[in-house]
């Protein structure tokens, strides 16, 4: 289903106006949940006639709204598409059950035994087991990028890539987890588009934008094909949803949208509903979440105790990250890392010495969130890849959520004594 054509919105906007209209719900101001996991014809001859609009895309019903069964599609993930590639200024867009389930369904839409895979590092723990764990058992090899901003580097791997098999996917995710490292998206595409020139096959650029959600950085707007959130953290944003959205060209999409019917990894009714609620906030929400992360990535860098912070607003000035961070960034995001002087035994004192900060994973709540990234996010990714990623064994993943900023350093001004 496409976005609203023709608005002139911002996506703060377009946010909490898209892919909803009161009249067709009784002039309800905000949506209903259709629970419903099926749909009922008119008649046998309109069965047949979205039928064959659903999968062929022709006939008299092509084009219109309707419905055949809640896995193929339903009101609630119509209206969440809709919302979705407004925000990030795309022509479509599919949500899933989960992150991983929209990485997933590009990984099996667009890998073939034989094919190479570029990523960048460090990246998600689950991506990176999708790619280096799962994906080579089908014949496909995966090589990192360990400087997502220097172009040499980029090139050389990307060359690497190739000499193991035709180059399918370009994987970003910049912000990066857990390290916050930051990878030049519009250096990647015009090395993706090199490549293309090359091999005659251009590999598809796919951004995970989950660190910095729609609002702080567009990675449509600078050229990706496929733009990747986990809905579950900014944009869901209470930490009581699981789900996942990529958003890109409508040729791109429409694929992932039949591969969803046969995996069943559609979004839910309700987990829709939550997201197109969470969705209206995520500006606010996010503004707030970065002034905290400001301040408490201040008071941590100035600490005895911390070696070192990856918090993007402490990028050396003049660096080629801080650069690339003012040109593709409207923020410096929330979720960040810390480095201790020490290792696990001290990174641990700190954790069990929280009390307002909570011990988890995931990110992007409402709550201020920490977790040892190398015995929890990344526990499954191998050592030395950890290492070539900045993940040390003294290395916290902080996720600064919209308390009170003061509470916020108290907590880790004692906990801190503890270590």
Not at 253 to 267: A, F, K, N, S
Not at 374 to 395: K, L
């Amino acid at each position: 289903m496409p976005h609203d054509q023709g608005a002139s919105f911002r996506p703060e906007t377009l946010a909490i106006t898209s892919g909803y209209d009161p009249a067709t719900a009784s002039g309800a101001a905000k949506p209903p949940v259709y629970l419903t996991s099926t749909f009922v014809y008119e008649s046998a001859a309109q069965a047949r006639d979205i039928h064959e609009a659903y999968f062929r895309g022709t006939g008299p019903m092509a084009g219109q709204p309707a419905y055949i069964y809640s896995r193929l599609s339903h009101p609630n993930l119509a209206m969440l598409e809709t919302r979705l590639a407004a925000v990030d200024g795309a022509e479509r867009a599919a949500a899933f059950s989960s992150g991983m389930a929209a990485h997933s369904a590009i990984a099996i839409e667009h890998v073939r035994p034989g094919d190479s895979v570029l990523h960048s590092r460090p990246i998600y723990g689950g991506t990176d087991g999708l790619y280096n764990q799962l994906m080579p058992r089908f014949g496909a090899t995966a090589v990192p990028i360990l400087d997502g901003c220097d172009g040499d580097h980029i090139r050389a791997q990307a060359e690497l890539a190739l000499s193991q098999g035709p180059l399918a996917l370009i994987v970003i995710e910049t912000p990066a987890n857990p390290t916050a490292a930051i990878t030049d998206i519009a250096l990647v595409v015009a090395i993706a588009d090199e490549v293309g020139a090359k091999t005659g096959r251009r590999p598809l650029v796919v951004c995970d934008n989950t660190f910095l959600a729609p609002f702080a950085q567009r990675p449509i707007e600078l050229g990706v094909d496929l733009n990747m959130t986990s809905l579950t953290k900014y944009c869901g944003g209470h930490s009581d949803l699981l789900a996942g959205g990529i958003s890109g060209r409508a040729d791109l999409i429409e694929p992932l949208l039949q591969l969803r019917t046969v995996l069943g990894t559609h979004c839910d009714p309700f987990t829709c509903w939550l997201v197109l609620r969470s969705l209206e906030s995520v500006a606010v929400r996010s503004e707030r979440a970065m002034s905290n992360a400001q301040l408490v990535a201040t008071f941590l860098r100035d600490h005895p105790k911390v070696a070192g912070i990856t918090y993007l607003g402490f990028l050396p000035e003049g660096s080629p990250q801080a650069a690339v961070v003012a040109r593709q960034c409207k923020g410096h995001g929330s979720t960040f890392s810390l480095h201790l002087h020490g290792g696990q035994a001290e990174a641990f004192r700190l954790l069990d010495g929280l009390r307002l900060v909570k011990q988890a994973v995931s990110l992007g709540g409402s709550e201020t969130l920490a977790c040892h990234s190398a015995t929890t996010t990344h526990y499954n990714v191998p050592a030395a890849d950890r290492a070539a990623g900045g993940i040390t064994e003294g290395t916290i993943r902080l996720s600064v959520g919209i308390e009170h900023p003061d509470d916020l350093i108290a907590d880790f001004a004692q906990a801190l004594e503890q270590v």
